[in-house]
């Protein structure tokens, strides 16, 4: 069965204080891994697919990094715009992602 | 760009009622989905579909069904909702590389 576990749980950062996200999966096959940003009461938005390890993805001041058994989202000099719920998740089985709990990054300016 | 629309944002309806929640995707998409998401326990899959008139439950398909009679709507039903069902509901869609692209929410509130 596919795991996904994401760390920390919560995040505080001051504006300008970089940081990771990390993600760690157990899968029987790695057929991609997913980063969403999710801001409070909406759905979540699709931010990269990483494909394969040693790949790299960026947009703005996040940047996903992919290895053979975690992701690590890098958030450089956050804004508090930047503060949201991220999600990871790995493509399974029948078309069924499996998603992460979740970090909650909150950016204090 | 993508669209997955949800036929509303914020619903509050009584203990009992049946209530019909909408998805539609403007992707041409064969995959949707729909989730419910409570504070600390993530996203959780209710039912999904693979193509019209076909459905499969997920993880927690207890007191809901649903109907894909067209390809790009996909609707959630409450048989009978009960306040344990208050909850923010979310339906995504699945393109050729399973990248999910999700609705904006309904927020559900039964009382």
């Known amino acids: 069965e596919d795991q996904v576990t994401q760390s920390p749980e919560a995040l505080r950062l001051q504006e300008g204080e970089s940081s990771s996200l990390n993600c760690s999966y157990t899968v029987s096959g790695l057929r991609g891994l997913f980063w969403y940003r999710q801001d409070p009461g909406k759905g979540p938005e699709f931010l990269f697919t990483l494909y394969s390890a040693g790949e790299e993805k960026e947009k703005e001041r996040l940047k996903a990094t992919l290895t053979k058994k975690e992701s690590f989202l890098h958030i450089t000099a956050p804004k508090p715009e930047d503060s949201a719920t991220y999600l990871c998740?790995?493509?399974?089985?029948?078309?069924?992602?499996?998603f992460g709990r979740g970090t909650s990054l909150i950016v204090h300016p | 760009d993508v669209k997955v629309t949800q036929s509303s944002r914020y619903l509050v309806k009584r203990t009992g009622e049946k209530v019909f929640l909408e998805c539609v995707q403007d992707m041409d998409h064969e995959n949707m989905f729909w989730y419910r998401q409570d504070p600390g326990l993530g996203l959780r899959l209710i039912y999904f579909s693979y193509d019209v008139k076909m459905k499969e439950k997920g993880d927690i398909p207890e007191g809901y069904s649903v109907s894909r009679e067209k390809k790009e709507r996909f609707s959630l039903i409450l048989e009978s909702a009960s306040t344990n069902q208050t909850s923010m509901y979310l339906c995504a869609s699945t393109d050729y590389y399973n990248e999910q692209f999700f609705g904006p929410g309904t927020r559900l509130t039964v009382l």
């Open positions: 998740a790995v493509p399974g089985g029948s078309y069924i992602p499996t």
